[in-house]
C-alpha cells in the first residue's frame, strides 16, 4: 500500500516562497503519474501540478506556470513543488497524488482529474497573506 506524506507548508506573505515536499513509501511502480491538488475551504480539489512517466511530461494548472515548478527525487522516492511568487489565491491544503495503474498517464481525460489518484496524502497547508 503505496503511503504518501506531505511536508513543508507553512505562512508567507505575497511574493515569498515555499518549497513542498512529498514522500512515498511503498512505492515500487517505475511507471506513474504523481502530483499535487489543492483545496481550499468550501471548494473543490483541484490539479495543480502533475508530473508523469508516460511521456516524462509535467502539466501545470494555468493559474500556476511560471510560478510553480514540480520536481522528483527517485532515489529518495520524493516529489516536489516549489512556489514562487506566492499570492492570497494559492492559499489552501495541498495534497500529493498519485497513480500507479498501468494506464497512468495514458487514457486521463485530464491529468488534473482528481478520481484518476488512487494514493493520497493528508495534506499540507498553505496560507499567503499580508
Known amino acids: 500500500q503505496v503511503q504518501l506524506v506531505e511536508s513543508g507548508g507553512g505562512s508567507r506573505q505575497p511574493g515569498g516562497s515555499l518549497r513542498l515536499s512529498c514522500t512515498a513509501s511503498?512505492?515500487?511502480?517505475?511507471?506513474?503519474?504523481m502530483g499535487w491538488f489543492r483545496q481550499a475551504p468550501q471548494k473543490e480539489r483541484l490539479g495543480v501540478a502533475v508530473?508523469?512517466?508516460?511521456?516524462?511530461?509535467?502539466y501545470y494548472a494555468d493559474s500556476v506556470k511560471g510560478r510553480f515548478t514540480i520536481s522528483q527525487d527517485t532515489d529518495k522516492k520524493a516529489l516536489y513543488l516549489q512556489m514562487n511568487s506566492l499570492n492570497p489565491e494559492d492559499t489552501a491544503m495541498y495534497f500529493c497524488?498519485?497513480?500507479?495503474?498501468?494506464?497512468?498517464?495514458?487514457?486521463?481525460?485530464?491529468?488534473?482529474?482528481?478520481?484518476?489518484?488512487?494514493?493520497w496524502g493528508q495534506g499540507t497547508q498553505v496560507t499567503v497573506s499580508s
Open positions: 497524488a498519485a497513480d500507479t495503474s498501468a494506464t497512468a498517464g495514458t487514457s486521463y481525460s485530464s491529468p488534473f482529474d482528481p478520481r484518476e489518484y488512487s494514493y
Open positions: 511503498e512505492f515500487t511502480s517505475t511507471h506513474y503519474c
Open positions: 508530473f508523469c512517466t508516460a511521456g516524462g511530461k509535467a
